[in-house]
């Protein structure tokens, strides 16, 4: 099971013992005696606490005593176990700290608490203030596990327990079970994943589906999509969702880089570098799993999702660098290193959308170029962008949603890095002039926008955990997913207008 089972339980009033709940859905009753503890029915149950905010529970010893000899806090994810009296048994109450109470900090305890109960049949949480759907987003994530076989241990069930919280709840559930989908499919081994495998995935999430097999895309010029996958047993797919709810007024186009194994191709990676590469389809996992999700998140923009997918294999039908290839739309790239092939599918399926989709937008998600994992490290997703109102809104939904985005620039100055002798553009620089090849990849991929407003989140830092902490867990992260969720639902939200007015400010 990728995330724990959950259920919200309504609050009533509880004091000495474990029961901060009816489990029957008992409503609380005002003026019941908070003395009177009900009968002690959870084993272990988490309640909040901050510098302000003294936990509501009554224990063995006074709180602010107990607080002050662990030196406690209330920082967000900071934890005091206390022993407490469970009818004849001996049961734990966790003080968790909520910080400021902003959503990041409620993020990040609802993780820590989630996992305190791993190995336990349950926990039973009392839902702090504010942004409730955070704290729940954070627990549910951190409860995340995938394995191939049977299950070590069955997952504690998560007892939220709170008043007036159902919207929050279960807009928190839509979010995390999306991030859990896009792990799901980026942690599927690769003897499984193939483009076909991906496509059917895809064809699950309840929304309109295009397939192009390895026909069809010779039929329409996706040179940039048969080129990286020609070399493989396992033919590449275009892979197109729609999303078009009634009264739609904007068009966002996603592309998704669908890479589901990368050795390099002849530009053999090491192995120590290979074993990763399973996730290298993580932005397409990103582009389905957000697209699911639309739906049961009430999003009135339009979006097209599109994941270049593709396996770049090693064999003696590969593309070999010097070979020059036609991208969709007659653009010919001279391909120097067949490890730059994520720039090559993402060419195609760009150069379609802007040519057949008229978009007002465009973002692409891709793990992309290991210079931005350098440039930037573990906890930040890169964003280059043509249009500065786009850029500030995907920054400011990764502010929200907790996938946390930089802006890099895009240098003019470099665009010479791409000059190819024999063709329009080479896929990575011939020498070592300009060298920022993050920057250098994105400018690659702005050639085939259209002049159109347009995004290039580069996760290759971010898409992979090499640790469980946090909301994350070992391997692929889901990173992209609550961000583009926020961006969406920002705009139908507030400012459906500034799809279209990004637009027409670059277009014009």
Known sequence: MPISPHLLLPRVPYARGLSAASPGGAESTAGEDAGAALPGDAELLAVPFAADLAPEIELPVPAAALLAHHKAKGEAGEIVEVPVANGDAVGRVLLYGVGDGSATALRKAGAAVARRGKGRDAIRIVLPSGPVA?????????????????????????????????????????????????????????????PAWLAERAAERGVAVRVWDERELRSGGFGGLLAVGQGSVNPPRLIQLSYEPEGATGHVVLVGKGITYDTGGISLKPTSNMVFMKTDMAGGAVVIAVLGALAALGVRVRVTGLVAAAENAFSGTAQRPSDVITQYGGRTVEVLNTDAEGRLVLADALAYADAELNPDVMVDIATLTGAIGIALGKDLGAVFASDDELAGALIGAGEGSGERLWRMPLIEDYVPALNSSVADLANIEAGSTYGAGSVTAALFLREFTGGRPWAHLDIAGVGRSGADEGVFSKGATGYGVRLLLEWLSGLHDGDQGAVTRAGAVTRG
């Open 134 to 194: 955070a704290f729940v987003e954070g627990a549910l994530l951190a409860t995340y596990t995938f394995r191939v076989g049977e299950a070590k241990s069955s997952p504690a069930t998560l007892e939220f327990v709170g008043d007036g919280v159902e919207a929050e709840v279960a807009g928190a559930e839509v979010i995390a079970g999306a991030v859990a989908l896009a792990r799901d499919l980026a942690n599927t081994p690769s003897s499984v994943k193939s």
